[in-house]
Structure formats: structure tokens, C-alpha cells
């Protein structure tokens, strides 16, 4: 079964996997249609002189429209009806809109199970001590949701790829008293990862009576790294030394919170590979990362794509610029645009602008890495090109070559940047619906029922949709 949006009812795959497949060519073929707008650089925007390329009818329509609107063309709902946009830019907005898996979280209460150690007045810091706000909303809702797939399907254990210093193996083990295989590749984290286990168990010794600390499962924590070429035994024989097992006589989840690049797509054949796994729930994040075919022709795996259906199709190929602009915080930037911050979204056109000046005295050396630079009020763009030049071969630059007309030419023409980016945010929820439902088809093709939905506020994680599968029952 496959659920596309905040509606978790299961289809027939008979019936609807052929609407599906039609819905991902109709996708791959907007985004072809798009390309020249999805494939180009905004550090490129003066160089390559980007605005030349939007549609008269749009240069006309954008060149004296308050900012504020562009915030119309990155949400979905309340539409302001006095607003009148170029026809094509409405049809492809109602064909985003219709394509694309909605990144609207539903109420947590709808599907999973809280953990009320998170709210004890006394150990609730040890889950959040040094956790920044979005990785505790991040763990709180994913240990919510894994623990909801432990009930529905019963497993031994879990195991939490890239686990890090182990904060969700922790409210899993200590919270649900489910049993935690962490698989972290730098021994550094593992070592804190214990310290912590430790301490909180002390902790609660203090403040829990016994009856309330004999379901806790301390986590195991491995250090080793699974790699897209690891196999299937390698991998089951890591688990039963560290869990000192002395047979196959087990099933377990994998889960995983923003593996990045590959790692996601590595998880889901290691699922697929392990007859023992029997759920898998996890977060991906970093599509510019994963290996393609284009990217990677030598390689025998890539993280994309990955289903039957795409490999087959030469179209379906995404560019890292696509890939790249999909993993952008969408909803940041519509806010911003909103209450008319402005100030933050010129650092685009100050890095635009800086791009020409490098590319005039270095031909040869475009999209080199500069310092990055926080915006602060008032920064000019000296100042901007001095911290981002910082450290750099670039930094030598005669300091007369930042004031020139045509410098101060592209600086005046900063909210054309603005428009260009927020039309390549507008396409950026296509690319990536397309990159999960092509997960989705890969692990339907291996007889698994899927699932797919936003879980996080996309204003703190904008990775915010989680791959659930689970195998048929035998």
C-alpha cells in the first residue's frame, strides 16, 4: 500500500500503481519543461544573465511586484484572490500543487505513541541537554513513530543507522524500552554516547522507583560504517557479536534520522536484503549527495534512481542543481518574504555579484567555495566580499576591482535574484516528491507495503517526510 499525503489509507497496488507511475512521468515531464530555470545557479545570476531566460510576460510581471507577494507562489493554501499571476505561472502552480506529496504534518496523536519520560521533571533535560530545538522536535516525533512501528509489528530489536551520540536510541530504550543497535561510524560519538547512557541511569536511580526502571534496554552502540557495497551477512554478523546473539532466531527494525546522501538508499537495500528486517522507517536528507548514473557511471548501485520504473526511463534523471535546490528551507524563505525581510535574502545577489568579479580575473575557476557569511543589518558589499574571500586565493584581489559600474549595477537589481530564487523554490517540493515516490516504487517493486508523510514542521526540519515499509507477513 502507498499513501501520498496526510491520508493514510492503503490502496490496492493492482488497481493504482499504473495512476501512480503515470503521475512520476507527468512530474519528470514539468521538470523537463523547467529545466533551463531548476539547472541554473544563483551564484550564476549576473554572469549567465539569468532574468534574460524568464518569459517576457514574467519580466514584465515581476519587475514592479511588491516582494511581499512572491510569498503566493510557495504556499498552497489561503491564496490571495487579488492577485493576478501569468497564466503559465498558474498552471504549473496547480500542477505542483497536484503533483507534489504535501509536506503538512498531521496531528502526532493520529500515529504514534508518546513517551512520557519525556515530560518527567526530572530527567527530561538528560533527552535534551546540548539538543538543539530541531533535533529534539526531530526525536520526540521519530522515537513517537518507531515505537508505534515496534507495536504494530513486533520485532526484537532496532537498529538506528548513523546514531550519532545516540539521542534517539536513548528515548527508545529508556522511554519505550525497546532494545537499540546504534551503528555510528566515528568511535568518538559512541564513547559520549555511553557517557550519557550512563549518566542517565544514575539519574534515574534517584528519582524512579524500581518499577519504573525495569523496562530500560540500554542501548549497544557499534562503531562501523555501512557502505553501499556491504553485504547483507556482513552486516547480520556485526549485530550478533554486539548484541551477542548466537543465531539468526531474531527479527528486527531499521530506522534512521537524516542518513545522508546514499546512506538512505543503502538502508532500504540492506532492508530488502535481510529477510530478518521487517520494518523500516526513516528520514532522508542531502539528495545532491546521492551518486546517479550521470554522476556515477562506474558504480553498480546509485542512490538515485532506484526503482525499476525510473532506471528504465531516460528521463528521469535529476541534476545536482535540482537535487540541491529541493533540500532548501521553502517555508523559511516564504516567511521571510512575507513580514518583509528582505535584508536576509540579499546575500544571494552579494554572492552573484562577487561570482563576476572572481570569474573576470580567474576564468577558470567558477563555483569556487567562498567563507560562508551570516548577513548582519547594514553590511555592504565590501565588507560581505572581504569575510567571504577570507582565507581564500581570493583574498589578495585588489580591493578597487569591488567598485565598478557594472558592480553597482548588479547590486540594483538585487529582488530580481529574489524572484529568480523563490520561482526555483516554487519547483524545489516536485524534485524531491519525485526522489521519494521513486523510494516508494523501489520498495514496492520488493513486495513491501510503504508509506510516506510529513512528520516534522517543515520550519525546523524541511526534510520532514519519513519512508515507512514493512514486509508482508508469511
Known amino acids: 500500500m502507498l499513501s501520498l499525503s496526510n491520508d493514510l489509507k492503503p490502496f490496492n497496488p493492482r488497481v493504482n500503481l499504473e495512476d501512480f507511475k503515470g503521475k512520476l512521468n507527468v512530474s519528470l515531464r514539468l521538470l523537463k519543461e523547467y529545466e533551463w530555470l531548476l539547472d541554473a545557479y544563483v551564484l550564476d545570476f549576473f554572469l549567465d544573465d539569468h532574468w534574460s531566460k524568464l518569459p517576457e510576460n514574467w519580466q514584465l ?5 511588491p516582494l511581499e507577494h512572491l510569498c503566493e507562489l510557495l504556499q498552497n493554501d489561503h491564496q490571495n484572490e487579488k492577485l493576478t499571476w501569468p497564466q503559465e505561472l498558474i498552471a504549473l502552480k496547480r500542477n505542483i500543487k497536484e503533483l507534489c506529496i504535501s509536506r503538512t504534518p498531521r496531528n502526532p496523536t493520529d500515529n504514534s505513541l508518546p513517551c512520557p519520560l519525556l515530560e518527567h521533571q526530572k530527567l527530561k533535560h538528560m533527552f535534551t541537554k546540548r539538543v538543539k530545538p530541531k533535533k529534539q522536535h526531530e526525536i520526540r516525533r521519530m522515537s513517537e513513530i518507531c515505537a508505534l512501528s515496534h507495536h504494530q509489528t513486533p520485532v526484537d530489536f532496532i537498529v538506528d543507522f548513523g546514531a550519532g551520540v545516540g539521542h534517539l536510541a536513548r528515548v527508545l530504550g529508556y522511554g519505550f524500552g525497546i532494545q ?4 555510528e561510524m566515528q568511535d568518538e560519538l ?14 534515574a536511580v534517584k528519582h524512579l522507583n524500581e518499577s519504573e526502571t525495569n523496562h530500560f534496554k540500554r542501548p549497544v552502540h557499534l562503531t562501523q560504517r555501512l557502505e553501499s557495497d556491504t553485504q547483507p551477512e556482513q552486516f547480520l554478523s556485526s549485530i550478533r557479536d554486539a548484541l551477542q546473539l548466537k543465531n539468526n532466531d531474531f527479527r528486527f527494525g531499521i530506522v534512521g534520522l537524516h542518513p545522508c546522501g546514499n546512506l538512505g538508499p543503502t538502508l532500504m537495500r540492506m532492508f530488502l536484503g535481510c529477510p530478518l528486517a521487517k520494518f523500516l522507517n526513516f528520514v532522508g536528507c542531502c539528495y545532491q549527495k546521492m551518486t546517479t548514473k550521470i554522476t556515477h557511471p562506474r558504480n553498480q548501485v546509485h542512490g538515485y534512481p532506484l526503482s525499476s520504473f525510473l532506471n528504465d526511463n531516460p528521463e528521469s534523471q535529476l541534476s545536482y542543481e535540482a537535487r540541491e535546490i529541493s533540500c532548501h528551507a521553502m517555508e523559511v524563505y516564504h516567511d521571510r518574504l512575507q513580514v518583509g525581510d528582505y535584508e536576509h535574502l540579499r546575500i544571494h545577489s552579494l554572492r552573484a555579484a562577487a561570482e563576476r568579479i572572481i570569474v573576470k580575473e580567474f576564468p577558470h575557476l567558477r563555483h569556487c567555495a567562498l567563507r560562508n557569511v551570516k548577513h548582519s543589518p547594514g553590511m555592504d558589499f565590501n565588507e560581505y566580499f572581504q569575510k567571504a574571500v577570507q582565507g581564500t586565493r581570493f583574498e589578495a584581489l585588489d580591493s578597487r576591482l569591488l567598485s565598478n559600474q557594472q558592480t553597482e549595477e548588479d547590486l540594483k537589481n538585487w529582488k530580481r535574484i529574489v524572484v529568480f530564487y523563490t520561482l526555483r523554490l516554487m519547483l524545489a517540493p516536485l524534485v524531491e516528491s519525485i526522489i521519494l515516490y521513486d523510494r516508494c516504487l523501489f520498495l514496492m517493486e520488493n513486495d513491501c507495503d510503504v508509506r510516506i508523510e510529513a512528520i516534522f514542521d517543515p520550519r525546523l526540519s524541511p526534510r520532514n517526510h519519513i519512508t515507512m515499509a514493512v514486509k508482508p507477513q508469511l
Open 61 to 65: 510581471h515581476f519587475e514592479n511586484l
Open 190 to 203: 559512541n564513547q559520549q554516547a555511553r557517557e550519557i547512557d550512563t549518566k542517565l541511569e544514575s539519574m
Open 180 to 183: 537499540v543497535c546504534c551503528f
